[in-house]
């Protein structure tokens, strides 16, 4: 079963705006990650916030993480066409997974030129 | 892609033949992994390893085997292709370094089982 889950599935807006997208999960964790995937390639670290931390910052990206509501989210600032392709939350369940990353569905953003 | 390439890129094979996926990485992380993606089903793990000869199930492992006997190459079986192992499959590799387990990607191949 997945462990995290992005809301929404699709996300469509202009070039300039922001762009949010959140996810959860269900068990506790070490620490949570967030990758693009452009079509037809594979994925592409973005960012990666630790379970002791509530928000981190990657030029125009922006991570936040509640660990007591179990949710993170990933905000894009002034996006632009290029930033078009999927994303995708991962989270990695401490000593125990074995290094092991659990992946959601991913969102599905499209910026309007 | 940088350091991570997988064999073949596409491939079609028919119900019933072996097919063996093939991830090198040029890196020398500890971590391997192999992962499939479908529609509506995100990526879903199907085996990793943590070192030569040591690997492990993950949570698709059905159906497939994996090798690891070279930190460099990583290698995914079908011993017996099936229509619902049509999918896209990804290796990863992770150096696991400060514990922090950030995973870099292949470039993928497509498998289509007909």
């Known amino acids: 079963s997945q462990q995290g889950e992005e809301d929404p599935q699709a996300l469509s807006i202009q070039e300039g705006e922001n762009a949010t997208m959140n996810c959860s999960y269900k068990?506790?964790?070490?620490?949570l990650q967030w990758y693009r995937q452009n079509s037809g390639r594979g994925l592409v670290h973005l960012i990666l916030?630790?379970?002791?931390?509530r928000e981190k910052h990657s030029g125009r990206l922006r991570v936040t993480l509640d660990t007591s509501k179990k949710s993170s989210s990933l905000l894009i600032t002034a996006s632009r066409a290029a930033d078009t392709a999927s994303y995708f939350c991962?989270?990695?369940?401490?000593?125990?997974?074995?290094?092991?990353?659990?992946f959601g569905e991913g969102t599905q953003l499209t910026v309007n030129p | 892609d940088a350091g991570i390439t997988q064999s073949p890129r596409h491939k079609v094979t028919e119900t019933g033949t072996p097919v063996t996926l093939r991830c090198h990485q040029t890196?020398?992380?500890?971590?391997m992994y192999w992962y499939r993606q479908d529609p509506g089903h995100g990526l879903r793990l199907i085996h990793y390893?943590?070192?030569?000869?040591?690997?492990d199930k993950g949570e698709v492992s059905d159906g497939y085997s994996v090798s690891r006997s070279k930190t460099e190459d990583f290698l995914l079986t079908l011993e017996s292709a099936t229509s619902s192992q049509t999918s896209v499959y990804f290796c990863?590799?992770?150096?696991?370094?400060?514990?922090?387990?950030?995973?870099?990607f292949g470039p993928g191949t497509r498998l289509t089982v007909t």
């Open positions: 991962a989270t990695d369940d401490g000593p125990t997974s074995g290094s092991r990353l659990t």
């Open positions: 068990t506790s964790i070490n620490n």
């Open positions: 916030i630790r379970s002791n931390e």
């Open positions: 890196e020398n992380h500890r971590y």
């Open positions: 390893s943590y070192g030569v000869k040591d690997t």
């Open positions: 990863a590799i992770s150096g696991s370094t400060s514990g922090r387990h950030e995973q870099y």
